[in-house]
């Protein structure tokens, strides 16, 4: 059986994308990887932890970074900060047992070294790509943006899935204009944790989007 490896990026940092990462995994009771973790918070932990913490997969499911740097911005810099060399050869997606949910960091165009975006390595990858997008204000332009960014590299686009307050126009408008597929919307939660993560994502997309 070949199982799906799939990408998440966002159009933005901040939006949500690791928890959607998380509600996929759980899902595809997936395994999950994300290449460069760049800013620790306070107990040392990243998004992979969060990940952990949140989608109730075996912690061993929780693939280890390729690069952990502590420093909170960009790959690109944080990786000079702290005085380490990102070789994007090393930056190849593991293969595993069970599917694979992997992250990327902040939006597609973030740069993983000073002549590499992370738009550039999904294209080498050549995996499915789901676009995570806020609802709020200037989602339109930063999602068609980043679609356009990642078309330009002929990354195969899964789908483009939402997060935060239902905006139907707003999302419409992207899916029809984008000419990408509308997979759902992720609501902001009260209460986060594995079982109110499992069940908003499965009433809010379909299982069978992600394993074609």
Same mark, same amino acid.
């Given at each position: 059986?070949?199982?799906?490896?799939?990408?998440?990026?966002?159009?933005?940092?901040?939006?949500?994308?690791? &928890?959607?990462?998380?509600?996929?995994?759980?899902? /595809?009771? !997936?395994?999950?990887?994300?290449?460069? %973790?760049?800013? /620790?918070?306070?107990?040392? *932990?990243?998004? !992979?932890?969060?990940?952990?913490?949140?989608?109730?997969?075996?912690? @061993? %499911?929780?693939?280890?970074?390729?690069?952990?740097?502590?420093?909170?911005?960009?790959?690109?810099?944080? !990786?000079?900060?702290?005085? &380490?060399?990102?070789?994007?050869?090393?930056?190849?997606?593991?293969?595993?047992?069970?599917?694979?949910?992997? @992250?990327?960091?902040?939006?597609?165009?973030?740069?993983?070294?000073?002549?590499? #975006?992370?738009?550039?390595?999904?294209?080498r990858w050549a995996l499915p790509v789901v676009l995570v997008a806020r609802t709020e204000l200037g989602t339109i332009n930063h999602s068609l943006l980043s679609l356009e960014a990642l078309r330009a590299r002929k990354v195969p686009l899964l789908g483009i899935a939402f997060v935060?307050?239902?905006?139907?126009? *707003?999302?419409?408008?992207?899916?029809?204009?984008? %000419?990408?597929?509308? #997979?759902?919307? /992720?609501?902001? /939660?009260?209460?986060?944790?594995? =079982?109110?993560? !499992? =069940?908003?994502?499965?009433?809010?997309?379909?299982?069978?989007?992600?394993?074609?």
């Amino acid at each position: 059986m070949i199982h799906p490896r799939i990408v998440v990026t966002g159009t933005d940092t901040g939006i949500g994308k690791t &928890v959607f990462a998380a509600a996929l995994t759980g899902a /595809l009771k !997936a395994c999950y990887w994300k290449p460069v %973790q760049a800013g /620790l918070d306070d107990d040392g *932990s990243g998004d !992979a932890d969060t990940v952990a913490r949140l989608a109730g997969v075996p912690r @061993e %499911q929780i693939l280890p970074e390729a690069y952990r740097l502590t420093t909170p911005c960009s790959p690109h810099r944080a !990786a000079e900060i702290d005085g &380490v060399t990102i070789d994007c050869d090393a930056l190849s997606p593991p293969v595993t047992d069970a599917p694979l949910v992997i @992250e990327g960091a902040g939006g597609a165009l973030v740069p993983v070294t000073r002549e590499t #975006l992370y738009a550039d390595l999904f294209g080498r990858w050549a995996l499915p790509v789901v676009l995570v997008a806020r609802t709020e204000l200037g989602t339109i332009n930063h999602s068609l943006l980043s679609l356009e960014a990642l078309r330009a590299r002929k990354v195969p686009l899964l789908g483009i899935a939402f997060v935060g307050e239902g905006n139907e126009d *707003s999302e419409a408008t992207i899916a029809a204009i984008g %000419q990408v597929k509308r #997979l759902g919307r /992720l609501p902001r /939660l009260d209460t986060l944790d594995t =079982a109110t993560l !499992a =069940a908003a994502f499965a009433a809010n997309f379909r299982i069978e989007d992600f394993r074609a």
